[in-house]
């Protein structure tokens, strides 16, 4: 399966539903139209969950002109209050949620195949560094198969970069070895991390980048706690490099804002979606 392919710069902008905060889907469409974006990767989250303001969303996205360009679902149990916290419980890594999560993913499917989707993100938790570690191979057989579960109806799927270096990924995805999995790459993720440095990471990952999310963030300065969001042009994403190297390694794929700080969302997506415009042309 290959890169989700579009044209012109402009026809690339995305956002996350979930960066917006609607509290419904013709709250979303509002300020959709605030930000000046008609295309956006979709939380999945309350579909599958029948949460009643979001049960005739994709009907209700498609007669406003709205295009869903991917999906994202978030996984049982994960804990994001602190670095310690989702490193025990984030994605499908901890052996007491993979079996709500197991069954979640097939639902996710479905409804992500429904929609007509291409790709589906998900945080596929903290990965094993070394092959000799026996985790590396329990987390090597879920992620296939999630993607084998995605594959079956022609889906792309791609986990969040950040938890790991460039090169322990890459060391993954190539055990892995899955045509339809790849990653979601986040600069700022690298950053919030301390992973290392995203510039470097685009020439190493280049081979699997599904899908770029644009967020900005600052690196911490105490080991061991989170780096600091902050929007897209104020923190210490190189955009003018970051933008280089993908069009060096002929990324094609859709970029797709992310912003989960601070109460200004509206304002904070229209400037990332002026950044991508000014970048990517």
Not at 153 to 168: K, R, W, Y
Request: glycine letters at 6%.
């Amino acid at each position: 399966m290959d890169r989700i392919m579009t044209s012109s710069p402009s026809e690339r902008v995305a956002v996350c539903s979930w960066s917006l905060q609607p509290a419904d889907v013709f709250d979303l469409l509002q300020k959709l139209e605030q930000a000046g974006i008609s295309r956006v990767q979709l939380a999945l989250d309350p579909l599958w969950k029948n949460t009643p303001q979001w049960n005739h969303a994709a009907a209700e996205l498609k007669q406003a002109g709205i295009s869903v360009i991917s999906g994202m679902f978030g996984c049982a149990g994960e804990d994001y209050s602190s670095l310690e916290s989702i490193r025990r419980t984030g994605g499908i890594a901890p052996d007491e949620t993979w079996d709500e999560n197991q069954k979640r993913i097939d639902v996710v499917a479905e409804i992500a195949a429904a929609m007509l989707l291409p790709l589906v993100t998900f945080h596929a938790g903290f990965l094993p560094h070394q092959t000799t570690d026996p985790n590396f191979s329990v987390l090597l057989y879920r992620v296939r198969h999630v993607a084998d579960v995605f594959a079956k109806l022609n889906i792309n799927v791609a986990f969040e970069t950040g938890q790991e270096t460039a090169p322990d990924l890459a060391q993954f995805l190539e055990s892995l070895d899955a045509p339809n999995a790849g990653v979601n790459f986040d600069p700022a993720n690298m950053l919030l991390y301390d992973k290392g440095d995203p510039i470097a990471a685009v020439r190493t990952l280049a081979p699997w980048i599904r899908q770029v999310h644009i967020k900005d963030a600052q690196r911490t300065q105490v080991p061991g706690t989170w780096g600091r969001e902050v929007p897209v042009g104020s923190g210490e994403v190189n955009w003018a490099a970051f933008f280089g190297e993908l069009k060096a390694i002929g990324y094609a794929g859709d970029f797709v804002i992310e912003r989960e700080a601070a109460s200004q969302r509206v304002a904070d997506v229209r400037l990332a979606r002026e950044l991508i415009e000014r970048f990517a042309a």
